[in-house]
Nanobody, 122 residues
Framework: LLVESGGGLVQAGGSLRLSCAASGRSFSAFAMGWFRQAPGKEREFVAAISWNGGMTFYADSVKGRFTISRDNAKNTVYLQMNSLKPEDTAVYYC?????????????????WGQGTQVTVSS
């Protein structure tokens, strides 16, 4: 079970930190990812992190502004979002992949959270 939190309304240029808490004892065996879906659009990849945090990967649209991290002791993955833009407005989902390495495709992820809304006003 994955539960996201930390979404909300923020002005352009502001920051938010999303959290995703995972239940279960095997969290460190999963690579994790963040995706987002804006109204009328496909769900798209945002960022991914390997099982131990040693590798990360970002979509070009968020590179340099967002940072993904994880704390395996707390079974939690984070997405720090800085310099937010109105086009970042979407429902953000965390996902778990039953592999150690990162993935960027939706179909590579088996478990999904319910999503948290992020709205960036101009």
């Amino acid at each position: 079970l994955l539960v996201e939190s930390g979404g909300g309304l923020v002005q352009a240029g502001g920051s938010l930190r999303l959290s995703c808490a995972a239940s279960g004892r095997s969290f460190s065996a999963f690579a994790m990812g963040w995706f987002r879906q804006a109204p009328g659009k496909e769900r798209e990849f945002v960022a991914a992190i390997s099982w131990n945090g040693g590798m990360t990967f970002y979509a070009d649209s968020v590179k340099g502004r967002f940072t993904i991290s994880r704390d395996n002791a707390k079974n939690t993955v984070y997405l720090q979002m800085n310099s937010l833009k109105p086009e970042d407005t979407a429902v953000y989902y965390c996902a778990a992949r039953a592999e150690l390495g990162i993935g960027t495709m939706k179909d590579e992820y088996r478990y999904w959270g319910q999503g948290t809304q992020v709205t960036v006003s101009s």
